[in-house]
């Protein structure tokens, strides 16, 4: 049976769309007291169900692990007990084991490492949400048509059997008035079975569309773009009439110091790309200027936190219908915008235009617009295997082929946004892996309180309360911003966790499934945002 | 091999002298005993399931309550079927005689007939559950489709038991009319305690003041004592079933909250040590009392007895049971292991203002549970006149 169960679950296929696009295994790189661990969490497509968690112990290979779910509602009181993980056979320092999710929502993985060198612990955020809807595989369906079809002719047959031979004298024989009764009892014990299979089709139907009722929707939004302004000013209404957490959507929490992260990718090539914050003008309404794009259809993807450290993406597509050709000053430094060559020109023929940029491929890197290069590591490995955790490392050199020293982006060390080439899958990752770092921050000030039953603010006082502080980190130098934005993430403004700020830049990450993929790397160098784009194949 | 049944039967000659002192008594069918005891393993592992979600919150497929469940099909399944498989094999004159002929070349009792059918509706349920589980969640609720499936199972496997005692029961003159009534008081009552956990939704202690209560205990009731009642042809035949589904309810729960049991799925409101019992039994066996004087004394038109039986169950019920429910959430004196109104669900906040308190939403206005308890003996009339018609049957089945 349990072979059967994991069988179904290999058989289904991953319809993942949550804080992420298509891409639901969690990744992280952190720390837990003295130990460095890689973790991956491979999160349950239907909820209520169990999420694998597998963490790589990078500095030893003693220690117990262990693991808790903690939901933003219940907190650190309300979790079920802690449990070991199992070391994984023939890999030296990891473990692995399951965390049973029960409620849709904001959680975390809490994990607890005791060895040699002390104890500590590091909150891994998930979200629970059902995204799969799973259809009865072939084989249980055939099994279960035949065994209801035995069941059927079996129970008409003992009804038969009740009104006829059952009531009938040892040895005697069925009577011209019971053999009347037993035809009659065949034919209204085969309605009313027949009756009783409708109504558990039509209940089984009901219980169906209340799971996709509670499915996880996707939001929607518009977008509109005002030429009139000479602004190329982009509005973004956020669909709220066919919207599960509209009401949510006062609780927005910024990331990075800021509430949206907007990425732009032109179709069919992915060839234009722009990230991009805008502000806030309603619970609803998102507005920033955009950069010179070329016109086309966009793919449109903006990364939003809720309070309770719940993430998602906004997926939607725009259309802008002229080149964009003013140059209009960016109202934030930290926009940026990018646009990507195949790789198999011989070299850039957009030299003057120094947003151009030319594809990294393996063994070759990128040049950037300051003149510097960015190289992916591990060049000589042409492709990955989807479902295994990487640790993709970018270097940048300056022109006389040098180390430089980056600088903070937005408080890290660089962003980095993974892409397949259809656009099914969407991630917007960071060095310390895939989930957001407001969510971990959130849940990890949740962990600390006593309260078993979260009580939600005022939902006005807290958008404007949200609203003030990125206005004041707007307003805030790029340096204080970035010292500021680190150290509330527990970071020195010289290393990120336990690395140094030097020229290189990592990010964990599992690819969920084959097919050829864009990496699109963003850091600063000189005060200036340089982004980078690589084409890998996924096997 | 004591299974081939009808051959140990005795003939009616000697029938008649085995009411003697000193004449030797007709050995009774392994399966009997088989399908008896399995209806109480299905159904105490069903109490232990419940327990087991509501207080660890999680299992496997291989827990131990399922055992229990599974084990109970696969006894009585396996017992039947051999029973059938031996009558079938060499089918003598005498077993062809005694038993029902199925599809032309099976011959098998009625009662192992409908066991059959419970023990593969229970067996079936199993895959669907658990592609259920996949689809839709791992699930915390007793009505689903395949629950429900594996509940028609263990009622199908119930009542075969009660069919299967009833034939020894009606043929009479096996001299072990005792230990027949035992087999069918424990498989009616497992029955019973069934079908009143089915609709535990409907018949909870906070329900009680509410009138949908007493219209669902009156039509789940008066559909089955009035059948026990006649099957056992005792004097005071549904009390004892009455009496030994509470025995059943409050053994399983005096028993179970003695063993440690610890919640582990979040989120946990409330931490608890050990298993939380169910509800406290219903007081069924008081009205049953008046209901077999009833149907002892009455000797007119069966729809007016079946009215009594309705009046008197109502009634009994709303005298005993609406009192007795606020009694029992709200005073101190029933927090104790013997009423257990204490138990908690750890997914519930400890302080919810209405722990000890039935909430006024549950609360019918007097003119509601008026018009409610009329419903009730107006459905309970016609459960009770379906059931002393099916009471009659079942005092007919002879193989």
Known sequence: ?539 | MSIGLTTSLPSPAARASDARPGVLKAYLPLYIYAVSLASLLTVTGILWDISWHRSIGRDKFLSPPHILIYLGAIFAGLFSGIQVVWNSIRPTETIKASTVRVWGIFYSSLGALFCIWGAIAMLTSAPFDDWWHNAYGLDVTILSPPHTLLGLGMLFLQFGACVGVSRYLNTGGTGREGILRVLFIVSAASLLTMIYTLGTEFLHTRGMRGGRFYVVAAATTLLFLPVFGRALRMKWGMTTVALSYFFIIALSNWILQLFPAEPKLGPILTHTTHFQPANFPMLVFIPALLMDWIARSWKGNEWIKALLLSVCFVLGMLIIEYPLSGWLIESPYARNWFFGSDTWYFGDPPDWPYRYKIHPFLISPPGVLALNILIAIIIGTLAARVSLRWGQWIQLVKR
Request: proline share 6%; hydrophobic share 40%.
């Open chain 1, 1 to 539: 049976m349990k072979r059967t169960a994991i069988l179904l679950l290999l058989l289904v296929c991953m319809k993942g769309s949550r804080a992420h696009v298509g891409s639901p295994d969690v990744a992280m790189e952190g720390v837990a007291g003295p130990y460095h661990l890689l973790v991956s969490i491979r999160p349950p497509d239907v909820i209520p169900g169990t999420a694998r968690v597998t963490v790589y112990l990078q500095n030893g290979t003693n220690a117990t692990i262990t693991t808790q779910p903690v939901y933003y509602l219940s907190g650190r009181l309300g979790a079920p007990p802690a449990e070991v993980l199992q070391s994984v056979a023939g890999s030296p320092g990891a473990y692995t084991g399951i965390v049973w999710l029960m409620e849709h929502g904001s959680s975390s993985v809490l994990l607890h490492v005791k060895g040699g060198k002390g104890e500590g612990e590091l909150v891994v955020p998930i979200v629970a949400i059902s995204t799969a809807e799973k259809k009865l595989p072939a084989a249980t369906g055939i099994s279960l048509v035949i065994l209801g079809s035995f069941l059927f002719i079996l129970m008409v047959t003992l009804i038969g059997a009740s009104v006829g031979e059952g009531i009938t004298r040892e040895g005697e024989t069925l009577s011209h008035r019971r053999r009347r009764s037993r035809r009659m009892a065949f034919v209204l014990a085969a309605l009313f079975t027949s009756l009783v299979v409708y109504g558990g089709n039509a209940w089984w139907s009901g219980w169906a569309r209340k799971y996709r009722h509670f499915m996880f929707q996707p939001m929607h939004a518009n977008f509109r773009i005002d030429h009139a302004s000479g602004a190329n000013a982009l509005t973004m209404t956020i669909d709220t009439v066919n919207n599960q957490r509209r009401a949510s959507l006062s609780y927005l929490v910024p990331d990075h110091g800021k509430i949206m992260h907007l990425f732009l990718m032109r179709l069919p090539g992915l060839d234009v790309f722009a990230h991009v914050h805008p502000d806030r003008e309603d619970t609803a309404h998102f507005k920033v200027d955009l950069p010179p794009m070329p016109a086309g259809k966009y793919l449109a993807f903006a990364d939003i936190v809720y309070s309770s450290g719940f993430t998602e993406t906004i997926r939607d597509t725009l259309k802008i219908a002229a080149d964009i050709t003013s140059v209009v000053e960016s109202h934030d430094a930290d926009d940026a915008y990018a646009y990507a060559l195949p790789n198999n020109l011989m070299d850039n023929p957009y030299r003057n235009d120094n947003n151009a940029i030319v594809c990294g491929k393996p063994g070759k890197g990128v040049r950037m617009k300051d003149g510097s290069e960015m190289v992916m590591e591990g060049g000589s490995q042409k492709s990955f295997e989807s479902g295994m955790l990487y640790t993709l490392r970018f270097a940048v050199y300056d022109s006389s082929s040098r180390p430089v020293k980056l600088e903070p982006y937005m408080g890290m060390q660089g962003h980095a946004v993974i892409v397949k080439d259809d656009g099914s899958t969407y991630i917007h990752i960071h060095p310390v892996g895939t989930y957001s770092v407001a969510a971990q921050a959130n849940l990890e000030r949740r962990i600390g309180q006593p309260e078993k039953e979260y009580n939600y603010n005022d939902r006005v006082r807290f958008r404007d309360s949200v609203d003030q502080l990125i206005r004041t980190l707007k307003g805030m130098p790029a340096q204080e911003r970035d010292s500021l934005l680190m150290r509330q993430m527990g970071m020195s403004p010289d290393a990120m966790g336990d690395m140094k700020m030097d020229n290189s830049v990592t990010f964990p990450y599992t690819f969920p499934q084959p097919g050829l993929y864009r990496i699109w790397v963003q850091v600063k160098r000189n005060g200036q945002v340089l982004t980078a784009a690589f084409d890998r194949e996924v096997k």
